[in-house]
């Protein structure tokens, strides 16, 4: 008697959080640089958090389905 | 604090957000004439023009201040920052408090000498507010950081850590195998 092999389809949702968090602050430090908006706009803070978010996400639900691992 | 905050509240009622997000905007309320200019390019800072200001990230300016009402012998106040994201403390550039002043004017110096790894084009808001009897006055500058993304480190290196977490977010989106 087989059993089907155990699939885990999630992919790193830590490592995600922390890249997306990473992320959302060098990017926030580029459009600084850029000019986009001024040292004291509240996007300064808003986009390292929706960055963790969408990290978070992504490692949660793991959309790049057609990048999988072998 | 009090003055800066109903100030800049004020301002956002008068002015509406365009003035706030336009480039090299600024304001002044109150019965003030400032005038001043950075000392190695001649550049004016004008709060209530419209011109764009570029700051260098070392030097310094001259300035030249009036306020135009009060008489006598009176408690005098105030400050002029640069702001910084919400929940940190606001930077300042010169304050200034006398309980018996009798001046009107005042003029002088400020220097000032960033470190050179910041980061340039930063766009940053500096304001000011001066508390007097029987009206202050206040105001603010938008003010660009001059240089290009090359001329610091902080620039480039900004850039290729963007890449990089970008690549380990994308990385940690992909599904595990099979066990």
Same mark, same amino acid.
């Given at each position: 008697?087989?059993?089907?092999?155990?699939?885990?389809?999630?992919?790193?949702?830590? =490592?995600?959080? !922390?890249?997306?968090?990473?992320?959302? &602050?060098?990017?926030?430090?580029?459009? %600084?640089?850029? *000019?986009? $908006?001024? =040292?004291?706009? !509240?996007?300064?803070?808003?986009?390292? &958090?929706?960055?963790?978010?969408?990290? %978070?996400?992504? *490692?949660? $639900?793991?959309?790049?389905?057609?990048?999988?691992?072998? | 604090?009090?003055?800066?905050?109903?100030?800049?509240?004020?301002?956002?009622?008068?002015?509406?957000?365009?003035?706030?997000?336009?480039?090299?905007?600024?304001?002044?309320?109150?019965?003030?004439?400032?005038?001043?200019?950075?000392?190695?390019?001649?550049?004016?800072?004008?709060?209530?023009?419209?011109?764009?200001?570029?700051?260098?990230?070392?030097?310094?300016?001259?300035?030249?201040?009036?306020?135009?009402?009060?008489?006598?012998?009176?408690?005098?106040?105030?400050?002029?920052?640069?702001?910084?994201?919400?929940?940190?403390?606001?930077?300042?550039?010169?304050?200034?408090?006398?309980?018996?002043?009798?001046?009107?004017?005042?003029?002088?110096?400020?220097?000032?000498?960033?470190?050179?790894?910041?980061?340039?084009?930063?766009?940053?808001?500096?304001?000011?507010?001066?508390?007097?009897?029987?009206?202050?006055?206040?105001?603010?500058?938008?003010?660009?950081?001059?240089?290009?993304?090359?001329?610091?480190?902080?620039?480039?290196?900004?850039?290729?850590?963007?890449?990089?977490?970008?690549?380990?977010?994308?990385?940690?989106?992909?599904?595990?195998?099979?066990?």
């Amino acid at each position: 008697m087989t059993t089907a092999p155990q699939t885990r389809r999630g992919g790193w949702p830590v =490592l995600g959080a !922390i890249s997306g968090f990473f992320f959302g &602050i060098f990017l926030a430090f580029d459009l %600084l640089m850029f *000019g986009t $908006f001024r =040292l004291d706009s !509240i996007m300064v803070e808003v986009i390292p &958090i929706l960055g963790l978010l969408l990290g %978070l996400a992504g *490692g949660v $639900f793991a959309p790049l389905k057609f990048l999988k691992r072998s | 604090m009090v003055a800066l905050t109903a100030g800049t509240t004020a301002y956002a009622r008068t002015l509406g957000p365009a003035s706030q997000t336009r480039p090299g905007a600024g304001h002044l309320d109150g019965p003030c004439t400032v005038t001043a200019s950075i000392d190695a390019t001649g550049a004016p800072i004008d709060p209530a023009g419209s011109d764009k200001l570029t700051v260098p990230i070392k030097g310094s300016a001259t300035y030249s201040a009036s306020i135009a009402g009060p008489t006598g012998e009176r408690a005098v106040g105030g400050h002029v920052e640069v702001a910084l994201p919400a929940g940190l403390p606001a930077i300042t550039i010169k304050s200034w408090s006398d309980d018996k002043a009798k001046a009107v004017s005042d003029s002088g110096k400020v220097s000032w000498d960033l470190p050179s790894w910041l980061p340039r084009g930063i766009g940053m808001r500096a304001s000011g507010v001066h508390s007097d009897q029987p009206q202050g006055c206040s105001g603010f500058m938008d003010l660009t950081l001059e240089g290009s993304i090359t001329d610091s480190p902080a620039g480039p290196a900004s850039l290729g850590f963007t890449l990089l977490f970008a690549l380990g977010a994308l990385w940690s989106a992909i599904p595990k195998g099979q066990k």
